[in-house]
Structures are given as structure tokens and as C-alpha cells.
């Protein structure tokens, strides 16, 4: 009985001695007890939430901060007034140019700030003119595709240690972050324009189809001219004005999405998806209300329609 006592002792002693020296090595790699302590005490669940929202939040400005780096947006990347891309042959029916390279598609992406899309009668090439020192934007060529992305240019380390993006709305200060000038006439085979955050307005923006999103913000077209009409807005308003001459797709998340449409109610046939907080509204007349899924069939009707509405208003008139 002594021997094992004995025994145990040692073994006692033995495993003391080496959780101190294990314990004295992470104090001299720079460990503290006070790592392990309940770091959230006193911390109510809704700061918790909001901590683990803004986490997101930063992830994903370095994220975008990282791409706009290595796509040469930061830095020299700022567009002056005068620059130009690709040249394009102006008049009805004429089509894109960049040298001897064709521009089929358009694509316009917008994380800030005020931008005005408008026709020129008067050049024969696409020109982006900005004079405002917070905003950067890029152009890219990528075979018969033009992209053209407009957005702050901040310090993103400063912006957000500082807290500062928290409330930010993404609108400037009163004047366009930029200006794209688009020969008059020139219809594109797909126009793709994405509002991330901020105001866009386009006037006399044709294309055989075109995209229109906004995750955040505002974008109008007026004097549109398209065969194949795709809207989404997730927060926000966005409004097409126009022509469309085979079909249209609006889909409401929050917010609110408003065609106006040359010709009549009976051109369209409608597919209709309206949630419980959702709104089709079709020449003034609420629809989705009592059967939230359902066709409405006109007649001899060559366009189709298809609404889909979450959250918010879908509204679609006529003139």
C-alpha cells in the first residue's frame, strides 16, 4: 500500500512539473489566461448579431477591394474627362466598334455614387468622363464584350476600421460620379446594367436583350428600345420606359419594379407569381390577390409577360 502511495506521489509530481513548464513555454510565446475567458460576457444577442454582420460586411469590401486591385482599379485606374473606349459608327442600325473588333455586349456595373448613361449624336465612340476624385472606373475589352465598372475609391483599411461605411447609402454628393456617352443609334445584342449601390439613369439605351438588376439603390431607363426585357431589383426602385417587342420578366424582392410599356394591356399574355406581401399591379388593376399564382390569357397576344413578386410592388402600365 506504501509502494503505490509512493507511486502516485511521483506521478503526481511528475505531471505538476509538466504543466508548469508546458504553461511557462505559452507564456513566453506571448499566451494569456485571459484568452480563454467568456469573451462575450456582458455583450446583449443583438450586439452579437450586429458583430457578426459587420464581420460579413468587411470580409466582403476586402474581398472587393482585393479584386479592384488586381484589376488594375485602384491607383492609375481613375477616369478623366476626355478618355475614351472603344469607337463606335453612329447611326440607326450600325454596330459597335473597338478598332476592328466588334462590341456585341454592354455591360455597366455601378457600386456607388450617381451615374448618368446618355446618347450623343455628336461622336462616334463610347466615353466615360468623370471629374469627381472619389470614384474609379475601369473599361475592359473582352473580345466582343465591354465592361465598364464605376465605383468608390476608397482607402478600404481606413473606411473600415473607422466605421464609417456603417449608414452609407451609396449616394454622391450632388454632381455624377460619371457620364457615359453611347453614340446615338447603336443597338447592342445584350446590355447588362447592375446597380450594386447608388442612382443610375440611362436615356435611349437600345439592345436585343437586356439585363437590369439592382441589389441596392435606384435605376431608371427611359426611351428604352429591347426585344427581351429581364428586370430584378432586390432593395430599391427600379423603372424601364420603353419599347419591348417579344418579352419582359420582372422579379421583386423588396422594393418596387414600374414598366412602362408602349402599346396596350392586350399585347401581353401574364404569367403571375405574387407572395402573400407581394403586389402585381397590370394597367391599374391589382392582381395576385386571391389566386397568387395564375396565367391571364388575352387573345391573339404575341409578348409574354412573367411577374414575380416577393416583397413589395411590381407595376406594369401602358402608353
Known amino acids: 500500500m506504501k509502494g503505490w502511495v509512493k507511486g502516485m506521489l511521483i506521478a503526481s509530481v511528475a505531471c505538476i512539473g509538466a504543466g508548469t513548464l ?5 507564456w513566453g510565446m506571448g499566451g494569456r489566461f485571459y484568452y480563454f475567458r467568456n469573451r462575450n460576457f ?3 444577442e443583438e450586439k452579437m448579431a450586429q458583430i457578426a454582420e459587420d464581420e460579413i460586411v468587411m470580409e466582403d469590401a ?3 477591394a482585393d479584386a479592384r486591385k ?11 474627362e476626355g478618355d475614351v473606349i472603344p469607337k463606335q459608327p453612329s447611326g440607326a442600325g450600325a454596330e459597335a466598334k473597338s478598332g476592328g473588333t466588334i462590341v456585341r455586349k454592354l455591360e455597366i456595373e455601378v457600386a456607388g455614387g450617381w451615374v448618368e448613361v446618355v446618347p450623343d449624336d455628336s461622336t462616334d465612340q463610347i466615353v466615360v468622363a468623370s471629374s469627381h476624385e472619389d470614384y474609379r472606373c475601369r473599361q475592359e475589352l473582352d473580345g466582343d464584350k465591354l465592361e465598364i465598372y464605376v465605383g468608390l475609391d476608397l482607402d478600404f483599411d481606413h473606411w473600415l476600421d473607422s466605421g464609417a461605411w456603417h449608414g452609407w447609402d451609396g449616394s454622391g454628393d450632388g454632381e455624377p460620379a460619371a457620364t457615359i456617352r453611347i453614340p446615338a443609334g447603336v443597338c447592342f445584342d445584350q446590355a447588362d446594367l447592375e446597380v450594386k449601390a447608388g442612382v443610375v439613369s440611362v436615356r435611349q439605351l437600345s439592345a436585343k436583350k437586356m439585363d437590369l ?6 435605376l431608371e431607363v427611359a426611351e428604352g428600345s ?3 426585357l429581364d428586370g430584378e431589383c432586390k432593395t430599391g426602385e427600379l423603372i424601364y420606359e420603353g419599347q419591348v417587342g417579344r418579352e419582359m420578366k420582372a422579379e421583386c424582392s423588396t422594393g418596387s ?5 408602349d402599346g396596350s394591356q392586350e399585347d401581353f399574355w401574364y404569367e403571375v407569381d405574387a407572395a402573400i406581401t407581394g403586389s402585381v399591379r397590370i394597367d391599374g388593376e391589382e392582381n395576385g390577390l386571391l389566386e ?4 391571364i390569357h388575352n387573345p391573339g397576344a404575341a409578348k409574354k409577360a412573367s411577374l414575380e413578386c416577393k416583397t413589395g410592388v411590381i407595376d406594369i402600365s401602358f402608353q
Open 22 to 26: 508546458l504553461c511557462a513555454g505559452a
Open 42 to 44: 456582458g455583450i446583449t
Open 62 to 64: 476586402y474581398r472587393e
Open 70 to 80: 488586381a484589376d488594375g482599379v485602384a491607383g492609375e485606374g481613375q477616369i478623366k
Open 213 to 218: 438588376e439592382v441589389k441596392a439603390g435606384s
Open 226 to 228: 429591347v426585344q427581351e
Open 257 to 261: 419594379v414600374q414598366y412602362v410599356i
Open 292 to 295: 397568387r399564382d395564375h396565367v
